[in-house]
Every structure is written in C-alpha cells, then in structure tokens.
C-alpha cells in the first residue's frame, strides 16, 4: 500500500469510478477493471474494495432505482467524494515522481512485458 493510503486495486478502482460516472457500480467497476487495465478481480474483492474506499470517505455511495433487467434490484451507485480526487491526485503523483527519470523503453523486456 502506498504512503497515500491507496494500493494498487484501490487506485484503479477510484480511477473506474470517475471514468464511468454516473453508471458506476460494482459490476461495471469489475468490467472497466478487466477492459481498461487488463485487471482481473473477483466480484467479493471489488466489493471490498468499494466498501473500504466508502469507510475512508474516497466515495460516496447510494441505491439507484430498481431495473427490471435485475429482477426489481436496485443497483449502489458510486461516486467519488473530493477526498478521494485528492487521494488519488497525490497517489498518482507518487508514481510520476518514482518513474521521473527513468528510460522505460530502455527496460529489459521481461519487465515490460
């Protein structure tokens, strides 16, 4: 986990959130994990993630309107909070100045891969 309190499902997860908008939940987090970043996680470890970013105040979360399409089953809806751009802000740049200087080109290709 990084100094920022985020560990790498986290980051991603906050990142799936605002990409997503007003249709994030669980499921489509899941989905915009695989499709974007190539990340596989079960349904339980999003799940968890989601709660813990909610108990650290990075997202808000509330039950949309029933859909039929899920049997008359409302869907929690999430949206980041400011605390959790400016978690994530300060995350990412963490990794900017770690990768500051760096050839990533000039990587072996195992470490690229």
């Known amino acids: ?8 499902l986290e980051r991603l997860s906050l990142l799936a959130v605002l990409r997503l908008g007003s249709e994030a939940y669980a499921v489509s987090v899941r989905r915009e994990l695989l499709e ?3 990340r596989k996680a079960s349904r339980g470890a999003v799940f968890v993630t989601l709660d813990r970013l909610e108990r650290k ?7 949309g309107e029933p859909t039929p399409e899920r049997g008359g089953k409302a869907k929690r809806m ?11 802000a300060a995350s990412l740049q963490e990794i900017r100045d770690m990768t500051r200087g760096l050839d990533v080109d000039g990587l072996p290709r195992w470490a690229t891969a």
């Not at 990075?58 to 039950?63: D, G, I, T, V």
């Not at 999430?78 to 994530?88: H, I, N, Q, R």
Request: net charge positive; charged share 25%; glycine share 18%.
């Open 78 to 88: 999430f949206k980041v909070e400011p605390k959790g751009v400016a978690a994530l």
């Open 57 to 63: 105040g990075y997202l808000r979360s509330q039950m």
């Open 36 to 38: 974007r970043a190539g």
């Open 1 to 8: 986990m990084s100094a920022k309190g985020l560990g790498d």
